[in-house]
């Protein structure tokens, strides 16, 4: 059985479509992409249809990272479709819950903020990178490999 993991994030135009990738671009290299689906969604709507934001994936593909979703606003569907649900911020964890109790039942999905697979202990948070500078979406890349790696070691173990 495939495990499906979901990144979610406000926008789903720079930091889950970034997560999607670079998790992608890992189990790619690794062979391990047959045993999982991999999608991104936003709390919001605002840029359902859309590439994601230039500058992520014009950062990522200075690191060979391909980022080619287009944005999709979460559903109730996914609670039941997908193994693990994995946000990037306080804020997105907490709208995700909420939305997940308008289910009023229980549900396959598991929630976890995707830092909480990292070892670093200077952000617990992947910061929203859409008003800041370039530094900005060079910091989220950092952030998601890192967590990612740890997250594939979880899973793996
Ligand atoms: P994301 O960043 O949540 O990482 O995709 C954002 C993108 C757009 C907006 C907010 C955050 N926005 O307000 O339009």
Redesign the pocket.
């Known amino acids: 059985m495939k495990k499906k993991v979901l990144f979610v994030?406000?926008?789903?135009?720079?930091?889950?479509?970034a997560a999607e990738a670079v998790f992608l671009n890992r189990i790619h290299k690794e062979k391990l992409n047959n045993q999982f689906e991999v999608d991104s969604a936003?709390t919001?709507g605002?840029?359902v249809g859309r590439l994601a934001?230039l500058r992520m994936r014009e950062a990522a593909l200075k690191r060979g990272i391909s980022i080619e979703s287009r944005a999709r606003q979460i559903s109730l569907k996914d609670f039941e479709d997908f193994d693990l649900i994995l946000t990037?911020d306080n804020s997105n964890f907490a709208d995700v819950n909420s939305l997940a109790k308008e289910l009023g039942k229980t549900f396959k999905a598991k929630i976890r903020p995707l830092l909480s697979y990292s070892d670093r202990k200077d952000f617990t948070e992947v910061p929203?990178?859409?008003y800041g500078g370039d530094s900005g979406f060079e910091e989220v890349l950092d952030l998601l490999e890192d967590a990612i790696n740890g997250l594939l070691q979880n899973m793996e173990s």
């Not at 994030?9 to 479509?17: A, D, E, K, Q």
Request: aromatic share 12%.
């Open positions: 994030c406000l926008g789903n135009i720079c930091r889950s479509p936003g919001g605002w840029h934001d990037m929203d990178p859409y």
